[in-house]
């Protein structure tokens, strides 16, 4: 079993930042390729970014490029998420996820593929 506890989340003005933390625990030997998802009121659940387990290799949205940052201590299972020039259409709930494998070195982009999630964490941009 892995534990995923995010933090970090809160209430800005637009323009403003945040930094999103995602500290695992349990299971986690080994590092696992992880990603960040988000869930607007009404909406599916969207994905954000993603990490390989070596954090060298990130892959964000379209819509978050240039603005936000995916990043993990090398080989460590805590993740960031920095956010810059954050917009209205960026408040949501922020999950982390990790996806348990021992081989490849790839990050995942769909929900399906990830085992473990977060509680979630409340980002509010106010305009």
């Known amino acids: 079993q892995v534990q995923l506890v995010e933090s970090g989340g809160g209430l800005v003005q637009a323009g403003g930042s945040l930094r999103l933390s995602c500290a695992a625990s349990?299971?986690?030997?080994?590092?696992?390729?992880m990603g960040w998802f988000r869930q607007a009121p009404g909406n599916e659940r969207d994905f954000v970014a993603a990490?390989?387990?070596?954090?060298?290799?990130?892959y964000l949205a379209d819509s978050v490029k240039g603005r936000f940052t995916i990043s993990r201590e090398k080989g460590k299972m805590t993740v960031y998420l920095q956010m810059n020039s954050l917009k209205p259409e960026d408040t949501a709930v922020y999950y982390c996820a990790a996806k348990v494998t021992f081989k490849g070195s790839s990050y995942y982009t769909e929900e399906y593929e990830y085992n473990y999630w977060g509680q979630g964490t409340q980002v509010t941009v106010s305009s």
């Open positions: 349990g299971r986690t030997v080994n590092s696992y390729p």
């Open positions: 990490i390989t387990r070596s954090g060298d290799v990130t």
